[in-house]
């Protein structure tokens, strides 16, 4: 009896990418993991303690994603762009001091709240780890608020790897002390490599400016595949309110995802020995381009008849294949997708500022359509000094909230 199965195993082509945007929280959401204090109250995110008859100090909460986020892909070595921007307020309430802050982060998933609570850290590491967490990675975007011995003098924002020591630190023109609402963005150019950070700050007259900072690191080379993300916010001896108000992310990595579907053909029912599978396996492509693995099993004991029908399977599997790198080019030759460049200043007086305005204005312009950036493109040191000092009308304002260089 003549046996022929064959075994045709191709991949579906999806983009591997994470989007999503909550303009506001909702309780009943269940895309988010809370971890501690953390929990969502209206249509906010309280990360740390935030109720009356509770204490407020030595308090640490975390919300993340439900999902992992692809950051990188082992096979292509690719690397994920991404743009999170997000809403929140720091309220210390009109104390003299308080803390501790507020981080964006990625790390892998299964990363555990600290088990001793403490400030410092920001709800992102603890104890010895606190300096040295290279055993328990992250990277983090801090917004610190309390000056611990290895900070920086004030509210400062800071690119941590591994460590509450920033790598890269900006002092942060913060308004606190009634809660003012900050947007933050922070983006990630894989060409480039670069981590860009921008947020707004205050002037003594209350007048918004943007403020930033940038740091050029290989995410890759600390953190896994897939990654969790999110923030985390903590009080220690002192205490203020974090509230995260809105929360969108977009990513795209430029590659596919495998998803095999087997397609068994049953030529004959039966079969005198196991059929060993020949798998016709692409090298990897290069950059930007799509794997397709294609797998064709032929049964032992090939008759004339199956060698037709193989043939004829072979064929159209070449066909196949043809078509996904057409379509892979297709989507994925042209370049990036238009991540914003540059997003102009939002200038108006911090005397309550509504989402709506904050939606409605420039800021949100994160897609828009590319403005070129390069006549306020600064090297990192003129970033971290592009603090807008003066009050002056809203038309000598040139800074932006945009990607440094
Ligand atoms: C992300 O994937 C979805 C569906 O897979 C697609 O509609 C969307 O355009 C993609 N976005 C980007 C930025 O690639
Ligand atoms: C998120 O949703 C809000 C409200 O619908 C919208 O204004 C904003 O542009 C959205 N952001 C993105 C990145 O899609
Ligand atoms: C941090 O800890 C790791 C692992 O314990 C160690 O290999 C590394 O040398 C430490 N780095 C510093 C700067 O102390
Ligand atoms: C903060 O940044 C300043 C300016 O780049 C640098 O001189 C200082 O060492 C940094 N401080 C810390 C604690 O990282
Ligand atoms: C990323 O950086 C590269 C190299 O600096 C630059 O050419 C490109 O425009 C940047 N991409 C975005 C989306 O900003
Ligand atoms: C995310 O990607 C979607 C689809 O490409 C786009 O509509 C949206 O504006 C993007 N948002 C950001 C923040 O880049
Ligand atoms: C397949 O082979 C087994 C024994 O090897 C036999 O018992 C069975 O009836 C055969 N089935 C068919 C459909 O030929």
Not at 330 to 336: I, R, S, T, V, W
Request: proline share 5%; aromatic share 10%.
């Amino acid at each position: 009896m003549i046996i022929i199965l064959c075994l045709l195993l191709f991949v579906h082509p999806s983009s591997a990418n994470l989007t999503f945007n909550f303009t506001s929280f909702n309780p009943n959401n269940h895309e988010l993991n809370y971890q501690g204090d953390a929990a969502p109250s209206n249509t906010v995110i309280q990360l740390t303690r935030n109720q009356q008859d509770k204490e407020m100090h030595w308090s640490s909460g975390r919300v993340t994603y439900q999902k992992l986020f692809h950051l990188w892909d082992k096979d292509s070595g690719e690397l994920a762009d991404f743009t999170t921007r997000f809403s929140f307020t720091i309220n210390s309430g009109d104390q003299p001091i308080y803390g501790d802050g507020i981080a964006f982060f990625l790390a892998p998933e299964g990363f555990e709240l600290p088990p001793v609570q403490e400030g410092s850290g920001i709800g992102l590491v603890g104890g010895d780890q606190v300096v040295n967490s290279t055993l328990n990675p992250f990277i983090a975007v801090e917004f610190d608020t309390y000056k611990n011995d290895w900070d920086p003098v004030g509210d400062h924002v800071g690119i941590n790897i591994n460590s509450m020591v920033s790598v890269e630190n900006v002092t942060w023109s913060s308004l606190v002390h009634n809660g003012q609402k900050n947007i933050a963005r922070v983006s990630y150019n894989s060409s480039a490599k670069r981590l860009s950070v921008a947020f707004t700050g205050f002037d003594q007259t209350g007048v918004i400016f943007t403020q930033r900072l940038g740091k050029v690191v290989d995410l890759k080379r600390y953190l896994p595949e897939y990654v969790s993300i999110g923030f985390s916010a903590s009080t220690g001896d002192y205490f203020e309110i974090h509230t995260l108000h809105s929360w969108e992310f977009n990513s795209s990595l430029p590659i596919y995802e495998e998803r095999i579907d087997p397609i068994v053909s049953e030529i004959s029912m039966n079969s005198s020995a196991p059929s060993p599978s020949v798998f016709l396996r692409p090298v990897p492509k290069s950059k930007g381009q799509s794997k397709v693995v294609l797998g064709i099993g032929l049964g032992l004991g090939l008759s004339v008849s199956g060698l037709i029908i193989g043939f004829f399977m072979f064929g159209t599997l070449k066909k196949r294949r043809i078509i996904f790198q057409k379509k892979d080019e297709d989507e994925f030759g042209a370049p990036l997708p238009n991540l914003p460049k540059a997003l102009p200043t939002v200038m108006f007086s911090a005397t309550p500022i509504t989402m709506s305005a904050f939606w409605g204005s420039p800021l949100a312009d994160l897609t828009g359509s590319g403005r070129d950036y390069t006549m306020c493109s600064s090297s990192s040191e003129d970033a971290k000094s592009s603090k807008h000092t003066s009050s002056s009308s809203a038309s000598s304002i040139a800074s932006f909230v945009g990607d440094t260089e």
